[in-house]
């Protein structure tokens, strides 16, 4: 079963049996995103990216995840479940999951889909039912290298203020250095908000940006490039945890603004 909202030219569709991930985003008939179900673009929740060994500690307490990417456990339970509807116009649709087991800790995610002529915003959030823990949330698009068969190749621009050093366990290591050229499968900072822009030459600009002040670049696959923001870095559940508390819940939010070329 999936939602489908529509903008003017846009068309946006939600597959909520699959993760509560976007499908498909079409602007004037092109489609943005990498196909296919483990694709699209997806919520990242309760933890971004890759958690060392599967474990994290909460106080005194350490806890085992299911490693889903040996060694480590990675991006959230939130990409792989149904999500329940809650509410949806010709415009925006909102969607909830109960945190459950493995996770330990109860609550409740909620992922709102807004969708504009020329932009979309999600914004997810995370609240407890009980006891106060650490959480993380994000979204993993893949937007496709080039937007028509042998058409030009997505640019990216961006100016993070650092990189998180990767080890060879792709954890970062704890250090920030100067960004390196990519490929990559990395970390950055931007402490004024994440802020990136991928231009297809002649065809489309879309601009991703959010409040959040991290955010994960992947493109070393041919097909695609990944622009993550998110609301701390990997293994964040460890080295920078953020409490979800009874009066304090986790908000995250990125906008998608596009425009067409030539």
Known sequence: MSTRLS????????????????????????????????????????????????RFRDGATVHQLP????????HGFGREAAWSPAHSTGTEAVFTYDLTDPWPYPGRVTQVFQLGEDA?????????????????????????RSLTPGGPEAQLDFAPAWQEERGPDHIPTGHRIDPKPGPWDDCFGMPEGVDVTLTWPGALELKITSRAEWVVVYDEEPQAVCVEPQSGPPNGLNTLPRLVTPVDPLEVSTTWAWRRLG
């Open 67 to 74: 490693l889903n990417h040996p060694p480590h456990a990675i």
């Open 120 to 144: 979309l915003t999600l914004t997810m959030g995370v609240e407890t039912y009980g006891d106060s823990f650490p959480a993380q949330a994000g979204w993993h698009p893949w937007f496709n």
């Open 7 to 54: 903008a003017g030219g846009a068309e946006l569709t939600i597959d909520q049996e699959n993760g509560c991930r976007i499908s498909s985003l079409r602007v004037g008939g092109t489609e943005l995103l990498r196909q296919g179900p483990k694709y699209g673009a997806f919520p990242m929740v309760p933890w971004c990216g890759r958690t060392a060994d599967g």
